[in-house]
């Protein structure tokens, strides 16, 4: 099976203090975490190697939120309060761009699949 093409996807936070750009197929796999603040946010996690993100702009805009084993790094927007990515603790050398934080213009198609992110040490098994 041949992997699907990559596209630019150009992506940030509410005010545009953040903006990123992240290299992933056109029509993106997405995952639907039910952890307590992933549904807070309603967060869809699009897990791409840090190699594939880039940071635009807006180091200086984020603040940082990490709790119970403090491996997630939690980076929101310090002035409209958006995480528009992060780095997740089950892939802790990754990073998990919120898909609703994309423009649209690039994105064909996407399928989100549910993860049971509230028994994440049962359910990592799933996690490619």
């Known amino acids: 099976m041949t992997a699907a093409p990559l596209v630019t996807h150009r992506g940030g936070c509410h005010c545009g203090a953040v903006a990123f750009e992240v290299d992933a197929p056109a029509s993106l796999e997405v995952l639907d975490c039910n952890c307590s603040i992933c549904t807070m946010t309603g967060f869809l ?5 840090k190699g594939r993100f880039r ?8 603040t940082e939120y990490t709790f119970n084993t403090g491996v997630a ?12 990515f992060y ?5 802790p050398h ?5 898909a609703r934080c994309l ?3 690039t994105v064909t198609a996407m399928c989100i699949s549910p993860y049971d992110g509230r028994n994440w040490e049962a359910a990592r098994g799933q996690l490619g």
Do not use: E
């Open 45 to 49: 996690h699009l897990i791409v190697p």
């Open 55 to 62: 940071l635009l702009r807006g180091v200086d805009a984020l």
């Open 73 to 84: 790094k939690h980076l929101f927007c310090r002035r409209c309060g958006i995480k528009s």
């Open 87 to 91: 780095v997740p603790r089950s892939h």
């Open 94 to 98: 990754d990073v998990s761009v919120h």
């Open 103 to 105: 423009d649209p213009s």
